[in-house]
């Protein structure tokens, strides 16, 4: 039995498994660099917490079921001069998350926000983050089921435990029956708990009638602008350019 053979059930015991991956390629590369102990096994470790910080992040993308793979890397800025370039860098830092800010994004179809939204929420789970993404209309619609079959409590849980909660086209449509009760509960037990981002394609000040009651509406909004970063973009869609835009875009592409 060779000494590797032996070492796989005791790494299985110590749930080190995956250092058999490296395992040759690092003790071929301590003999060749003539590397210490210490610096061989540093460096075979690292290599197993590279691997599990990449599984973890794996895991909390998939969980937060983002529509599409976005990421800022991937944002064309220069396509909307509107869009606070500033303003989305800092908030990609991760650092409303940890104040549990809100960040509320509003405007037009087409002009990059659930791009942005989803983005953040990619920098957030790489930041070790939880975060789940859902379209306005699902989020109600599951609630509304829940309501139904009993488990209300738990369906609600599944919304106010992620770290990080994206709500997309929020307005989109109008709110029926119990859902302005329901999105309010969702937004005042995330409040100064847990960060939520919304998109919208109505202004801001159009919310407040999606609630139907005006004190639940002013309860809600009060939670939701409260320590809340409001973007708002204007401009053309990214999906359909204006004519001469589309030319020039062509004409650089061609360059």
């Not at 509003?106 to 993404?133: D, E, F, I, N």
């Not at 999105?183 to 037990?189: D, G, N, S």
């Not at 009651?213 to 009060?222: Q, R």
């Not at 409260?226 to 973007?231: A, E, G, K, R």
Request: aromatic share 6%; proline share 5%.
């Amino acid at each position: 039995m060779s000494p590797t053979d032996a070492l796989v059930p005791l790494l299985k015991k110590l749930r080190l498994s995956g250092v058999l991956q490296s395992l040759q390629l690092r003790t071929q590369q301590a003999v060749d660099d003539n590397l210490s102990h210490s610096e061989f096994l540093y460096r075979l470790l690292g290599d197993e917490a590279e691997r599990r910080d990449s599984k973890q992040l794996s895991q909390r993308v998939r969980r937060a079921a983002f529509e599409h793979a976005r990421t800022l890397e991937d944002f064309d800025f220069h396509f909307n001069p509107s869009v606070p370039k500033a303003k989305v860098l800092e908030l990609g830092t991760c650092g409303f998350l940890e104040r549990h800010d809100n960040v509320l994004i509003v405007g037009p179809t087409g002009v990059g926000k659930s791009h942005l939204a989803q983005a953040l929420g990619h920098r957030a789970c790489r930041a070790g983050y939880s975060a789940l993404y859902l379209g306005a209309h699902e989020l109600l619609q599951q609630l509304r089921a829940a309501r139904g079959d009993g488990t209300y409590e738990k369906r609600l849980v599944r919304f106010t435990s992620p770290e990080l909660l994206i709500i997309d086209d929020l307005g989109l449509r109008g709110l029926t029956q119990d859902e302005p009760a329901d999105l309010y509960e969702v937004v005042r037990q995330r409040y100064e708990r847990k960060s939520t981002v919304i998109t919208s394609n109505r202004a801001i000040e159009e919310w407040p009638p999606l609630f139907g009651d005006p004190l639940m509406a002013s309860a809600a909004m009060d939670r939701l602008l409260h320590h809340s970063h409001v973007l708002v973009i204007e401009g053309d869609s990214f999906r359909n350019p204006p004519p001469t835009r589309r030319r020039k875009s062509s004409s650089a592409e061609a360059r």
